[in-house]
């Protein structure tokens, strides 16, 4: 198997002696299943043409959130190379032998060859546009001429165009199932995957327009720009969208484009975009999102636009709000946006006896809030941002000092009884969900800092970390901003040990569109973004001796190479004896020395060289620093 960006080969080969222990006169076949139960679709066979196409109106999550894009459906278009000896549909259990046409569900086509045929390949390209466009990307990315081969080595070319700028050095490792070099690529692959470009070729021609279907709308547009989907952004905000900014920078503005463009459509930036509004999961992560690119210098999208999106975010309660639940996959809602806000704008967190997942929720509005501060200061909103950063402290209204924990509360401002209120975790990993102000979260444990790193040491031996969700993905990094980088350091190369490796069974939870990767690439080089609002990144453990990454034309330069004139970069990250010591002992950007465990974006991508001195031993590094 090998594939394009919308079309798959498949080499079949066939012995049927071997395959069915036989005497009896067997013909190779291939089977297509085109819709299952429930869902009414449609086939036609081309004998002439040695092919099969259809298309299946079966989507994902279709009770969820409130688009109800009646015409979507998802076309594709089979082509073989070789001629068809006989075919015929099927419905259900019932076979139609010479059919060449037929709907319903449970449907499924067939095709069979000559009994002496060995290899068959199957190009089949797909579509949300169209059956005829489907055949076009065919005929753009697959044309008859192209041999397997030839498909192969085209997407190991795509590919390579990012892996080839990446070398790793200084890893000798024999444990093949924990080869770090393995997991680190594998994790750029994934990571590189999604948001999704949504749109399809018209020609050949790479500066052509590119044409998209759009759920929310239900119709079919043009656009000279990508179109993406597939927003897992309540997984993805917390690295996804950094790491995207150093290793993809060319297609960032497209993505924030596309991000305001569902905005136009539907009056809200979305929290889980699967085709449409899925409301899965919490919170206005979206606001994030942009932040992140705006402080990283991505500015060719409409700015204003983005503080109308994300300010209705932060003031305008969803549909209903105060007569749903708004429980997670809750069919058939508004757009969901900040459930419970209605509560949170009037006395500072969202009420657990009249929303779910509300402390929660309390807790990643406050950040929400934060991350909506950013983008009010890019475009010169300075009462509007202040207002929001004081509103970002809202945390501390579910603090219980007695216990030392993140509560849920009620209405009357009573705490809730049980272990209610969250989201995909528990009082253990919440406690520690304040990514914008660590050190407002330090001052409310009894002891400070000391009493925060304390409580982090019981949350790690006390099993309470659950690395296999994304809550808990920047927690270690927190003992790095509150003056115990060692303490970071052991963590994280324990978490990566213990949640990662070169099998089939290499991660620990969900990939989710490429968060679980994203915390090993950055991991492994050294930094990560515990608040991807701004443009920090805190640092850990480099995991290499040394990286050579050649950064993208636009890195440095908000993606617009081009305009900017914006150029490839080589950074260097070098770590002398890492594999084997985990501690920093120093650290250096091109010769300048770094007190505080903190680089900013610009450090990264600006730099020539990173140097990291190690330690087998914990160091006070980062401990004497102001944070």
Request: glycine share 8%.
């Amino acid at each position: 198997m090998t594939a394009s960006a919308h079309t798959s080969h498949l080499r079949l080969d066939f012995n049927i002696a071997d395959d069915y222990q036989t005497d009896q006169p067997v013909k190779p076949y291939v089977s297509i299943q085109v819709t299952r139960r429930n869902w009414t679709g449609q086939v036609q066979i081309d004998p002439e043409k040695n092919e099969i196409s259809g298309s299946n109106p079966q989507r994902q999550d279709y009770r969820l959130g409130p688009d109800k894009p009646a015409s979507f459906r998802g076309y594709f278009v089979s082509r073989f190379s070789e001629p068809f000896e006989s075919y015929g549909t099927s419905h259900r259990a019932n076979i139609s032998e010479g059919t060449k046409s037929a709907s319903g569900e449970l449907l499924g086509a067939y095709v069979s060859f000559h009994q002496n045929t060995k290899r068959v390949e199957v190009r089949t390209a797909v579509s949300f546009v169209s059956i005829d466009q489907a055949r076009r990307n065919l005929e753009i990315e697959n044309p008859d001429s192209t041999t397997f081969e030839e498909t192969v080595n085209n997407a190991k070319t795509a590919w390579l165009e990012k892996f080839g700028r990446v070398t790793i050095e200084g890893i000798s490792s024999t444990d093949k199932e924990h080869d770090p070099r393995t997991i680190w690529y594998t994790g750029l692959f994934h990571a590189l995957q999604y948001p999704s470009d949504f749109s399809e070729p018209t020609s050949r021609d790479p500066q052509c327009s590119r044409t998209f279907y759009s759920g929310y709308t239900d119709s079919v547009h043009e656009t000279n720009d990508s179109y993406y989907q597939s927003w897992s952004i309540w997984d993805t905000f917390r690295a996804e969208h950094s790491l995207l900014t150093i290793f993809a920078p060319e297609r960032v503005n497209n993505m924030m484009r596309s991000l305001l463009q569902i905005f136009d459509w539907s009056g809200r930036l979305p929290m889980w975009a699967n085709m449409v509004e899925t409301n899965i999961m919490i919170a206005t992560n979206a606001d994030a999102v942009l932040a992140n690119a705006i402080s990283r210098g991505f500015c060719s999208f409409d700015l204003q636009k983005a503080w109308t999106a994300v300010r209705k975010d932060a003031y305008e309660p969803p549909e209903n709000d105060t007569q749903l639940l708004y429980y997670d996959r809750e069919p058939d809602t508004p757009y969901e946006a900040r459930a419970g806000l209605t509560s949170y704008m009037d006395h500072g967190w969202v009420d657990n006896d009249r929303w779910s997942e509300s402390a929660s929720r309390t807790l990643d509005y406050s950040f929400n809030d934060a991350a909506c501060a950013v983008v009010a200061r890019a475009v010169g909103k300075v009462d509007e941002a202040v207002a929001l950063e004081k509103r970002a402290k809202n945390y501390a209204n579910i603090w219980d000092a007695e216990t030392q924990f993140m509560r849920a509360r009620n209405e009357n401002g009573a705490w809730a009884h049980g272990s209610w209120g969250w989201t995909e975790g528990d009082k253990w990993v919440y406690t520690f969900d304040v990514m914008h102000d660590t050190d407002g979260l330090a001052n409310l444990f009894a002891g400070g800092r000391q009493g925060m790193k304390a409580k982090l040491d019981k949350h790690f031996d006390g099993g309470h970390n659950m690395h296999s969700n994304e809550p808990s993905h920047h927690v270690p990094y927190l003992y790095s901003l509150i003056g115990y980088a060692s303490a970071a350091a052991e963590r994280i190369r324990r978490i990566a040990l213990d949640n990662y490796n070169a099998t089939s069974a290499g991660l620990s939870g969900n990939e989710d569109l490429g968060q679980m990767s994203a915390w090993y690439v950055f991991s492994a080089l050294g930094f990560y973004p515990v608040n991807p609002a701004s443009d920090e990144y805190v640092v850990g453990s480099p995991f290499f001796e040394k990286v050579t990454l050649r950064l993208p034309a636009g890195v440095a330069t908000g993606g617009e190479a081009n305009r900017i004139g914006g150029q490839e970069r080589t950074l260097v990250i070098e770590a002398p004896g890492a594999p084997t010591k985990p501690y920093v002992k120093s650290l250096c950007v091109d010769g300048r020395s770094i007190d505080r465990p903190v680089l900013r974006h610009s450090d990264i991508v600006g730099a020539s060289l990173i140097r990291f001195e190690m330690s087998k031993t914990p160091t006070g590094w980062g401990e004497d620093g102001e944070l």
